[in-house]
């Protein structure tokens, strides 16, 4: 049986629940669209800070942000496209804007669908005129996420997507992840390594580590924290996945990005969509019961 509920913690808040699986979602279009809740047998695998969550000002620390059009940050917050200089703030615009719910639906799953459209605030950071739908379906502990760029502009729309689920570990030694990678980039000091658990430890590091070239569709990793193994499933354009976490805080970030840092000032990996054009693309997290 699946359920859509709804109710207020100082934003309006809607739980998607699957009875069978025991499971639920947690979503919260006012900010962000945002996921601040994944659960299954009534253990949740996410961490939130709830004081950043309530403050408007704040970027939420937990749940699961969406970073679009910009995974990361870019260089003194600015980039350049056709001779005009923008700036945009960290991850970009997505998860600092209130999105619209669009549908429910407690047919074969549980899901809710939102959307953030372009206006005049937004087209001071990214000059385009556009509509991103979501879709967040929930069944048998399996989240999924469907998605739907529309430009809506005279000109190609430059992209990034990603995604930045926090999940709640406090032994961030006792990870395991299942890779095929060879290559990491160590943002502490910004060099290649080859890929091995020592390099890959986040345990005390303060900037984050991306694997170059896990090759496949999916990537699964333990939490031994949890007891559970969750696996991502998606198109090809998530090409990295990035590791990070804060020395001292109960988290462990493993963010499937489909560019690296700074790409709409780089202009590597990006996403093109021509005008008047539109492109889907999946992507699913599932926790193993």
């Known amino acids: 049986m699946f359920e859509v509920k709804e109710y207020e913690d100082k934003y309006k808040i809607y739980e998607l629940i699957d009875t069978e699986s025991n499971s639920y979602i947690k979503v919260c279009p006012e900010r962000g669209g945002i996921i601040i809740g994944f659960g299954i047998n009534d253990t949740e695998m996410l961490y939130l800070d709830k004081e950043t ?11 699961i942000p969406i970073l679009f059009p910009l995974c990361g940050q870019l260089p003194d917050g600015k980039y350049e496209l056709n001779g005009l200089e ?14 619209e719910v669009v549908d429910k639906s407690t047919g074969d799953n549980a899901s809710i669908t939102i959307k953030f459209e372009s206006d005049n605030n937004t087209k001071k950071s990214y000059p385009f005129d556009f509509e991103f739908i979501l879709k967040y379906s929930l069944k048998g502990g399996k989240l999924t996420i469907s998605h739907e760029f529309k430009n809506k502009s005279d000109s190609t729309m430059p992209m ?9 570990v406090k032994d961030k030694t006792n990870v395991y992840y299942d890779t095929n990678a060879t290559e990491l980039l160590d943002s502490n000091d910004m060099k290649i390594k080859l890929y091995s658990r020592e390099n890959i430890d986040i345990s005390e590091s303060v900037e984050s580590k991306l694997l170059l070239d896990h090759i496949g569709n999916s990537f699964s990793f333990n939490l031994k924290d949890l007891n559970r193994k969750f696996t991502f499933t998606y198109d090809h354009y998530f090409k990295y996945m990035v590791v990070w976490s804060v ?3 109960d988290f462990i970030c493993v963010e499937p990005w489909s560019a690296q840092n700074s790409s709409l000032y780089t202009k590597k990996d990006l996403i093109n969509i021509n005008p008047n054009e539109k492109l889907t693309m999946n992507l699913s997290l599932e926790i193993e019961i």
């Open 53 to 63: 969550f309530y403050d408007l000002n704040s970027n939420i620390r937990g749940g």
């Open 160 to 168: 990034s997507i990603g995604y930045h689920p926090y999940f709640d």
């Open 86 to 99: 923008y700036s945009m703030k960290n991850h970009g615009l997505a998860r600092i804007n209130n999105w």
């Open 247 to 249: 020395i001292g805080k």
